[in-house]
């Protein structure tokens, strides 16, 4: 069953502009995919669509089975808190907490208790390789670590679905392998990934591309 369902998407922005044009997408559960496409083309719109940090102005979007439309901004909170896991070009971490503290804290909102945050916390930065940094802040790692712990703290809740926006985006080309090394390895594990890039090569590698132009899929 699918993870994402867009259909007939439409996104205007107030001003006039369409970023994403009658969309339709379907990507099921245990997918990665790119999406791939120069800057302009709508894929920061398409990525806040999926997250449900934004609605279409016209067709529906349906996440982990619930449809968009029907949910309260309250309920869309709960959807990402609970089910979707981002993560940015710049990594987003607080710069004084320890590994473990930046991923323990992206569960505050899970209703989990804090010897559980941090316990999965630490399976999450095991999981990303980074077992031997959890004390460890942001300005003690290097880029792609940081970024590793990025990607633990987005799936430490265990997501439907993870989305990452042009994640390499600010490392060097060895570092920026490393973390489309441990996508693939996350998504061999069954979670369902889901890239933006601008990166044609980085998309290529990847078992399934979804290429835009112009707020369209082409
Ligand atoms: P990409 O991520 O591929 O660069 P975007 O989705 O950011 O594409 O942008 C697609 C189009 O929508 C562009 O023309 C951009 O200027 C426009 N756009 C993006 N965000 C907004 C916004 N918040 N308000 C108005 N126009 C926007
Ligand atoms: P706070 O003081 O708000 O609890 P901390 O940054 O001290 O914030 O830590 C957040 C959580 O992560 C705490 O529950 C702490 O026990 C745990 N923690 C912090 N650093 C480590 C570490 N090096 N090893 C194991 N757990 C840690």
């Not at 999981?127 to 959890?134: N, Q, T, Y």
């Not at 004390?135 to 430490?156: K, T």
Request: hydrophobic share 40%.
């Amino acid at each position: 069953t699918a993870v994402i369902e867009l259909a007939g998407v439409t996104k205007t922005y107030p001003g006039g502009v369409t970023a994403v044009r009658s969309v339709d997408l379907t990507v099921e559960y245990g997918e990665l995919v790119a999406i791939v496409g120069p800057s302009g083309s709508g894929k920061s719109t398409m990525l806040h669509l999926i997250g449900t940090l934004d609605r279409p102005t016209q067709g529906s979007v349906r996440i982990d089975g619930h449809d968009v439309a029907t949910l309260s901004d309250r309920q869309l909170s709960a959807l990402r808190a609970g089910r979707i896991g981002f993560v940015f070009q710049q990594f987003h971490l607080a710069p004084g907490r320890t590994a473990i503290a930046n991923v323990a804290d992206g569960l505050l909102y899970s209703g989990v208790r804090r010897k559980e945050r941090e316990w999965r916390a630490e399976a999450a930065l095991v999981r990303v390789g980074l077992g031997e940094r959890l004390g460890h802040r942001p300005h003690q790692l290097s880029g792609g670590e940081r970024q590793r712990v990025a990607i633990a703290r987005a799936v430490a809740g265990d997501p439907a679905v993870l989305l990452a926006d042009e994640p390499t985006g600010n490392l060097d080309s060895v570092a920026g392998a490393g973390v489309v090394a441990l996508l693939r390895e996350l998504h061999e594990a069954g979670t369902t990934v889901l890239v933006i890039t601008h990166d044609h090569e980085i998309a290529g590698s990847l078992p399934r591309q979804v290429p835009m132009r112009d707020g369209r899929v082409i």
